[in-house]
């Protein structure tokens, strides 16, 4: 993700190097043609840093296999931000579960979660999360509505963004997100990649915790919002300025623990993950342009920037706008190769205080600058010149013809020479000799003025000239001695680096080899260990369970003592009833024969008596039938009063069995429990007594940290899977113990129901059996012996059923318990076969990265090496180039004064050419006839015919020219162009050619030269 190039060495070569090579980039403005260099300063100042940031983005390539990326702690608000390309043949997903670590409910509310494209363009997934990062800003109000919400049970795991499920990340692809969380107490996180449809919070329990890379980008910190404002305000009266962030000096990179390697130091070199606010206020007098300028290297990603307006009409308002670096814009990134590249952002007035949000985005490379640039500076006023159409019959101020349409600069606006090179339009009415004279006078003065102030002026060019070429061999030659300095010192410290990665290596092979066979022995002793400490826990469970069984086997003998006590009872007392009612037929019967005798006796007696006696009999009867009736009824209540109670009793000694069988069961479990929370009590001193003693040897001996190290991983990963073991098993064994314990509650309602069933079949039964007893007492009684013997055995029965159903369960749990048992070790066993396989081939795949990343550091410092040797042939080629061109500017001065030399000859030709012309017209007056210039030129055909040639002007003298050497070449064969890396070279316009091999300077060679090669001009520098 982050390839740290801030340092200002790293910059500075390459910014030489951009110069000598001529690099071309992505520029919005020429930022060595306005002083980029020179530009001041504007440090930012940290004003604060809040929220926890979890970051994950080592390993950044995962492979062979998946698993836990990164951990930590978050407690009130934070944020998890992953970053990592998927090295494996199949499809995986990244899953976020947070883990209650606390002993109450926890809630978590989730603010804002937000996801890139998965790609193998590491750019575009990069500035993809960076764009809407923006556009989804986070709502950081108090009365913010959270996306979702979810709590937690003590030592609960929860899966969050579940959005990630459905997002497959195939192979070479880079997939990068954020999810901001709000918490009421401290939650531990877990970043991990896992194939697609693995249940992820099943997972979380076993994935093992894959090793950080030599980045060493992941960790929890503090600082996930920054927000920094400059100090000194930008003046647009000052010139250029920049804000340059991400450099760790004056803004320093956030530093965090990383909670896998038991709380190790580690740095956020990139400040990634990290919200940005920075604050820049402004003030002078003009407009100004804010640029964005990368200086790590290749950046693509995106910028919000508010302008509050603190002057003018729109005073108090504020813009704003996002822009977009790379992508839409035609580029992958901007900076790649140089710091030089640029992009507008927004024009802007004095007095404006400016706020850029932004996040660094993924996959581009910091520090960056934010550029403040005067729009003096950026666009300055460029030279002015007008130009006029002439007709075809109008000539200059020489005589010379001008071309039909052609359009001749007339000079700047407003200049002191405004009038020159203006064009006389007005026809002449004078002769031709006084043309002529008129002509030569003018050219005169005008040359003689305009030479000496040429020849001034050249001397001062030419002595300008000479200082900036001496001081431009002094730059280059500076420029030289600097690059191969830079190339000693590079390939000294190249062949250092080496030297020590070499010795590193093998240091860092010789520890991982003891620590593999350090590791080996104590996984060894931790598995044997872990293997004796299961067998103790499992004989502990076994004897619990003993206990367990004994303490039910008690409870149901006593309870099955009670029920026969009871109905013992019950059937005691139904006999009682029994032989209370057969007395009673008997006292009756015994009545009844005692009335029959003595109404017999009577009956001899008298009628009347008999009578009486037979009415006492009936009167006898009737109460004695009414007397038993009653004390059956009594009877009868008595026995469902002694049921009633039997049925209590029988609840309560159910009652209270259960409760003792449940109090059983809590006191085992709250031993275990106990006994758990002691063994971790005791496992966390010991741990912590054994980083202490770790942390000190550390310290003592820095070579032996890794190793140690090593040990404590190991050591902490076979607590864990201990841990983890024990806890599954003691889940498992509490999920089996309450299922027991709600199937005896559930067989124990249902025995309640059955016996409330019977109770109400008796009571009607019961109703039935007097209804019955007052039709016919005898068959009652009958009836009623009969139904309570099968009473009596049906209820036998169902004990005896209930006995073995019950003895069968325990015989079918006991088997289930065993077979549960052997199926944990044979699972524990092979899962500890698989991990031991597992870390095996992820150590090999770890040696065979390692290799690799080995041989490809040293295939790209090679690669550098080339790089750099090319662009110090690069370098050279270009200082033998700038002495090719001082040869020629030397030689093009020279041709220069040769072509001055010819015109002050031929400015004495024509001084001569007066002087003998005026002569002549003085000797002409003075003869007899006095003819006129005309005559003398139309009649005196023996006087030497005097030309003028044609007068130039000194700007056409000194236009460069080819000389009459190279108009005899083909145009073909002439001088190419200039290519566009050679624009603004100085060109000899003079042949090479001896001087002996010119010819002679005359206008007609210069009209011929005109002709057949118009002049063109070679710009000075």
């Not at 169902?798 to 318990?817: C, D, G, N, P, Y």
């Not at 690799?852 to 295939?859: K, P, V, Y």
Request: aromatic share 4%; net charge neutral; glycine share 4%.
């Amino acid at each position: 993700m982050f390839s740290y190039k801030s340092k200002y060495c790293v910059a500075a070569a390459m910014a030489a190097m951009a110069a000598l090579t001529g690099h071309v980039e992505a520029r919005d403005i020429d930022l060595q043609s306005i002083g980029y260099f020179q530009f001041s300063p504007l440090p930012p100042s940290l004003v604060s840093q809040t929220d926890t940031l979890l970051l994950s983005d080592s390993p950044e390539y995962v492979g062979p296999v998946g698993g836990t990326l990164s951990a930590g702690t978050i407690n009130g608000n934070g944020r998890i931000y992953f970053y990592h390309v998927n090295e494996m043949d199949q499809p995986h997903k990244i899953a976020i579960v947070l883990e209650n670590q606390t002993a109450y409910p926890n809630t978590v509310h989730v603010m804002r979660q937000l996801k890139s494209v998965a790609t193998p363009d590491y750019f575009a997934a990069g500035r993809d999360l960076s764009r809407k990062d923006l556009e989804h800003p986070l709502d950081e109000s108090p009365n913010a509505r959270p996306l979702y919400s979810l709590s937690i049970p003590p030592q609960g795991r929860q899966l969050i963004f579940t959005d990630l499920e459905n997002t497959p990340v195939y192979q070479d692809a880079l997939f990068t997100g954020i999810v901001d969380i709000k918490t009421e107490a401290p939650i531990f996180a877990r970043v991990m990649m896992l194939p697609m449809g693995m249940d992820a919070v099943d997972a979380s329990h076993w994935a093992k915790n894959l090793p950080i890379d030599e980045i060493q980008l992941r960790g929890t910190y503090t600082g996930s919002k920054r927000n920094m404002e400059v100090t000194t305000p930008f003046d647009t009266a000052l010139g250029g300025a920049f804000v340059e962030v991400g450099n760790d000096r004056e803004d320093a990179f956030i530093n965090g623990v990383d909670e896998m390697q038991n709380k190790a130091f580690v740095r956020d070199r990139g400040n990634y993950g990290v919200s940005y606010t920075l604050k820049i206020p402004t003030k002078g007098n003009e407009p100004f342009r804010l640029y964005f300028n990368p200086l790590g290297g290749p950046y693509s990603g995106s910028f919000t920037v508010k302008a509050l307006h603190q002057q003018g009409a729109r005073r108090g308002q504020t813009d704003t706008r996002t822009y977009h670096i790379g992508g839409a814009d035609g580029i992958t990134a901007l900076g790649d190769g140089t710091i030089l590249d640029s992009r507008l952002m927004g024009n802007y007035n004095a007095g404006d205080l400016l706020t850029l949000n932004f996040m660094p985005a993924g996959a581009s490379n910091l520090p960056i600058r934010f550029l403040l640039i005067p729009e003096s500076l950026a666009n300055p006023q460029k030279h002015q010149t007008i130009a006029v159409n002439v007709p075809k019959d109008v000539k200059d101020s020489l005589g010379h013809p001008t071309q039909s349409g052609t359009q001749i600069p007339v000079g700047p606006i407003n200049g002191k020479d405004t009038n020159k090179g203006t064009v006389d339009t007005s026809k002449s009415t004078m002769t031709p000799a006084k043309q002529a004279e008129t002509i030569a006078h003018e050219e005169t003065k005008k040359l003689s003025v305009k030479a000496a102030a040429d020849a001034k002026k050249e001397a001062q060019l030419k002595k300008a000239k000479d200082a900036e070429e001496a001081l431009a061999r002094k730059k280059a030659e500076e420029a030289r001695i600097a690059a191969e300095k830079a190339e000693l010192a590079r390939k000294a410290a190249e062949a250092k680096h080496a030297e020590v990665e070499r010795k590193l290596a093998e240091k860092a092979e010789a520890n991982r080899k003891a620590a593999e066979l350090k590791a080996a022995q104590e996984a060894q002793a931790a598995k044997e260990k872990a293997a004796l400490e299961a067998k103790k826990a499992e004989e502990m469970r076994q004897a619990e369970e003993a206990k367990r069984l004994e303490a039910e086997r008690k409870a149901e003998l006593d309870r099955k003592v009670a029920e026969a006590r009871k109905a013992e009872e019950e059937r005691k007392a139904e006999m009682a009833r029994i032989e209370a009612a057969r007395k009673a037929e008997e006292a009756r019967q015994a009545a009844e024969a005692k009335a029959r005798f003595e109404a017999q006796r009577a009956a001899e007696k008298a009628a009347l008596e008999a009578k009486k006696a037979e009415e006492e009999r009936l009167a006898a009867e009737a109460k004695a039938r009414l007397e038993a009736q009653r004390k059956a009824e009594q009877e009868a209540l008595e026995a469902r009063r002694a049921e009633e109670a039997r049925k209590a009793a029988e609840a309560k000694a159910a009652l209270e069995a259960q409760r003792a069988a449940e109090q059983a069961a809590l006191e085992a479990k709250r031993q275990e429990d106990a006994r758990r929370a002691a063994e971790a009590k005791a496992a966390l001193e010991a741990q912590q007594m054994e980083a202490a003693r770790k942390a000190e040897e550390a310290r003592r001996a820095e070579e032996a940290r890794r190793a140690e190290e090593a040990r404590i991983e190991a050591e902490r990963k076979a607590e864990a899977a201990r841990v983890a073991a024990e806890a599954k098993r003691a889940e498992e064994a509490r999920k089996a113990e309450a299922a027991r314990i709600e199937a005896a509650r559930k067989a124990e309602q249902a025995r309640l129901e059955a016996e409330a069933r019977r109770a109400e079949e008796a009571r009607k039964a019961e109703a039935a059996r007097l209804e019955a007893q007052r039709r016919a007492e005898q068959e009652r009684l009958e009836a009623a012996r009969r139904a309570e013997e099968a009473r009596i055995a049906a209820e036998a029965k169902r004990a005896e059923e209930v006995r073995r159903a019950e003895e069968a369960r325990r015989i079918e749990e006991a088997r289930r318990a065993e077979e549960a048992r052997k199926a944990e070790a044979a699972r524990i066993a092979a899962e500890a076969r698989k991990a031991e396989q597992e870390r095996l081939a992820a150590e090999r795949a770890e040696a065979e990265r390692q290799a690799a990343e080995a041989r490809r550091l040293a295939e790209e410092r090679y690669k550098a090496q080339l790089e750099a040797e090319r662009k110090a042939e690069a370098a050279r080629q270009q200082a033998l180039a700038q002495a090719e061109i001082e040869r020629k500017a030397k030689e093009r001065a020279e041709a220069i004064q040769r072509v001055r030399d010819q015109q002050e000859s031929a400015r004495r030709r024509a001084e001569l050419a007066r002087q003998q012309l005026e002569a002549e017209r003085k000797a002409a007056q003075a003869s007899k006839r006095t003819p006129s210039f005309s005559e003398l030129d139309d009649i005196h055909g023996d006087t030497s015919n005097v030309t003028i040639p044609n007068a130039v002007s000194i700007d056409e003298l000194t236009k460069p020219r080819p000389t009459a050497s190279q108009n005899t070449r083909r145009r073909e064969q002439r001088q190419p162009q200039l290519s566009p890396n050679q624009q603004y070279v100085q060109i000899d316009p003079v042949a090479n050619e001896p001087q002996q091999d010119q010819m002679p300077y005359t206008p007609q060679n210069e009209q011929q030269n005109d002709e057949e090669n118009p002049p063109r001009l070679y710009p000075l520098g």
